[in-house]
C-alpha cells in the first residue's frame, strides 16, 4: 500500500491487516498455478501410466494363454494391473479433486478478494481523512481557546480548553 507510508501509520492495525491481505493474495496465485501445473503432470502421468499397464496386460494376457507353462507368470501380472489399475484410478480421483476443490474455486474467489481487499483500502482511506480533519479542526479549536484564554481569563473558556485537550490527546 503505496499511501501507507503518506499517512505515517505503518504501524495501524486496520492498514497492517490489509497489506498481508494485498501482500497474499499473489501467494495464493502462485499456489493457482502451481496446482494448475501439478494437475497437468499428473495428467500426463496417469497417461503415461495407462499406456503402460495396457502393454503390460498384453503380454500378460499372451503369458497366460500360451501353452510353455507361464499361465502362473500371466496370472501374476494381471494381478499386478488390477493392482497399478487402482492406483491410477486413485491418481484420477486426486487430480479431479484437486482441480474441481482446489483450483477451480480459489480462481473464482481471487477476484472477489482483490476487490474486498481495494474496497477496504478505499474505506479505510476515507475514515483516516475524516479523523484526520477533525483532529485538525479540534487543533484549530484548541489553538484558538487558548490565545482566547490568554487575552481573557474566562471560567467557560477553561472547561471547554480542557474537554478538547482531553480529546487531543
Known amino acids: ?17 490489509l497489506l498481508s491481505l494485498q501482500n497474499s493474495i499473489g501467494l495464493w496465485e502462485d499456489m493457482i498455478n502451481k496446482t494448475s501445473k501439478l494437475s497437468a503432470s499428473l495428467k500426463t502421468v496417469i497417461q503415461c501410466i495407462g499406456g503402460f499397464l495396457e502393454a ?3 503380454i500378460a494376457d499372451c503369458a497366460y494363454g500360451s501353452n ?12 499386478f494391473c488390477l493392482r497399478e489399475r487402482g492406483l491410477e484410478s486413485r ?6 479433486q484437486l482441480t474441481e476443490c482446489l483450483t477451480a474455486p480459489l480462481v473464482d474467489r481471487l477476484e472477489e478478494w482483490k476487490r474486498s481487499v481495494a474496497q477496504l483500502d478505499r474505506e479505510n482511506g476515507k475514515e483516516w481523512r475524516r479523523a484526520k480533519s477533525e483532529l485538525q479542526r479540534a487543533t484549530c479549536e484548541l489553538e484558538k481557546l487558548s490565545k482566547r484564554s490568554r487575552r481573557k481569563v474566562s471560567k467557560d473558556v477553561y472547561p471547554l480548553f480542557n474537554r478538547i485537550s482531553h480529546i487531543i490527546s
Open 1 to 17: 500500500m503505496a499511501n501507507d507510508r503518506a499517512r505515517g501509520f505503518e504501524g495501524d492495525t486496520i492498514n497492517t491487516i
Open 56 to 58: 503390460f496386460q498384453k
Open 68 to 79: 510353455c507353462g507361464l499361465k502362473d507368470l500371466g496370472s501374476s501380472m494381471t494381478r
Open 91 to 96: 491418481l484420477r480421483t486426486f487430480n479431479s
